[in-house]
């Protein structure tokens, strides 16, 4: 395929290679996009910042260094596993939480030097956060009756995952990851597997989700239990977090009633549910207050949060004791044992050393065409210059004629008695989605694209919207959601 020398002098018909014309928006581009660095830690505590309920944040921590300074302050905190996580689809940190006095908690992204982008989804308490790295995350969802699994699709929409552990609507899940191997949910809980179980020791599900990611194979769940303390009064081993080892292991980290020696670290094989220790921490005053857990890539161990102490420990593969103590600039936790509940849930992660620096995040509610449905527009691959990747969408009406804008800013602007959630629109493409004429959903559409080899695209943020005929709604036209695209 061959593009014209003109910024829009695109030869009829070749939409694969269209995009190739975002060369021309680099000076009008937003510079934004994610900006963070590889191996950098995050911590998001409710006591942060002292005991009080207003005094959490989100903390950025360099482990070779113990540097550390805040990300983001915040009104109302979680107190649950797995409230903040770093999804590399979107670039972003995820958290929820509430920023304000009197402002109900959401789902917040936050870019590398803490821009927050509210989520759209609404009112929001979540946790147990495991984005799978291609637009979806797992969480669980708080409020109501009952707490419910839900999955944020690359659109930006929100879905029950139609399933309860156990048929239990109170599961306490204490945080999850996705392991793409095995296509799973791996969780851990108090929760014990059955009734003959030990409801003092670490249960881990793992909880196989069907090829489209919509629902659990409930008949293929499998639960395990580990002891990690044999002290007596057993009290239970409660979850500290996920993380990711090399080589396709998981590392857990859990919180139990005692000082002593024990492997608070977990190595698990997300294949078999296979649980070996990978460190123990102890004998120290504190050694029960591993309160997260997070695998190093600069450091090469695994570093838990001592929040009795208030420092950062951190364990090679089968050492036990004390540790390797990060001393930190500035506090991460209350030092200390709180008087009250709740007590302090802390959730660490690391940003993955990732070659693509590129994200998406889709945004705007878009307006709905035949029956109701409102079309999706996604990015897939990566936005980089040079780099291959695509544009998808979908849930249009089938057949339909479509415009795809192209712009430099969020924004509003009017068209044809709608909204389009672009500030200005620089390039526009011409297009005809599939799928069987009028039937409401089927026309649908994949666009490769590949950008120029243009190094000042880095860094720049470009947005799109595709906007679609159709007589069966008012104005005679849908919108799907908006897309930023954030070029690495």
Request: charge should be negative; aromatic fraction near 10%; charged fraction near 10%.
């Amino acid at each position: 395929m061959n593009i014209g020398n003109g910024c829009l002098s695109f030869r009829a018909g070749l939409v694969a290679r269209a995009l190739l014309g975002l060369g021309c928006l680099a000076a009008g581009a937003l510079a934004q996009g994610g900006g963070f660095v590889g191996g950098e830690l995050f911590v998001y505590n409710g006591y942060a910042q002292g005991v009080g309920p207003t005094d959490g944040a989100i903390l950025r921590c360099d482990p070779l260094t113990g540097t550390t300074s805040q990300f983001v302050d915040l009104y109302g905190s979680e107190f649950q596993v797995g409230s903040a996580v770093f999804d590399p689809y979107r670039q972003r940190v995820l958290f929820s939480a509430s920023l304000a006095a009197g402002e109900p908690y959401r789902l917040w992204f936050a870019d590398g030097d803490g821009t927050l982008q509210d989520s759209g989804v609404g009112v929001a308490e979540v946790h147990s956060m495991a984005p799978t790295g291609d637009g979806r995350v797992y969480m669980m969802a708080m409020g109501g009756a009952h707490d419910e699994f839900k999955w944020l699709d690359a659109a930006g929409k929100l879905h029950f995952l139609n399933y309860y552990i156990d048929d239990n609507y109170h599961f306490p899940a204490g945080g999850m990851i996705y392991d793409d191997a095995t296509n799973s949910l791996i969780l851990a809980s108090i929760y014990k597997c059955d009734w003959t179980g030990d409801a003092g020791a670490t249960h881990i599900r793992r909880l196989p989700l069907s090829a489209d990611g919509t629902s659990v194979l409930d008949q293929q769940v499998v639960c395990v239990e580990y002891q990690i303390t044999y002290v007596i009064p057993v009290t239970m081993e409660e979850p500290a977090g996920w993380s990711r080892l090399p080589g396709g292991d998981l590392l857990y980290g859990a919180h139990t009633n005692s000082n002593l020696q024990m492997p608070r670290m977990l190595s698990i094989d997300p294949a078999t549910l296979t649980i070996m220790p990978f460190a123990s921490n102890g004998p120290y005053d504190g050694a029960a207050q591993t309160r997260a857990v997070c695998w190093s890539t600069l450091l090469g161990k695994a570093v838990i949060l001592d929040t009795a102490n208030d420092v950062l420990r951190a364990f090679a593969a089968g050492e036990t004791g004390s540790g390797t103590i990060i001393q930190t600039s500035t506090p991460l936790s209350a030092a200390g044992y709180p008087a009250y509940p709740p007590f302090e849930t802390p959730a660490m992660f690391e940003v993955p050393f990732d070659p693509c620096e590129g994200g998406w995040i889709a945004y705007g509610a878009g307006v709905p065409g035949a029956g109701g449905l409102v079309p999706s527009l996604i990015g897939t691959g990566c936005p980089a210059p040079s780099a291959g990747m695509s544009l998808q969408l979908a849930s249009a009406v089938g057949g339909a004629s479509a415009v795809l804008f192209v712009g430099t800013a969020r924004g509003t602007l009017p068209f044809k008695g709608v909204t389009l959630d672009l500030a200005d629109v620089a390039l526009t493409l011409q297009l005809i989605v599939g799928g069987a004429p009028g039937v409401p959903g089927a026309g649908g559409l994949t666009l490769p694209a590949v950008l120029p080899p243009d190094p000042a695209l880095s860094g720049m943020s470009v947005f799109l919207q595709a906007a679609f005929g159709d007589s069966s709604v008012p104005h005679g036209v849908s919108l799907s959601n908006a897309l930023e695209m954030d070029i690495g």
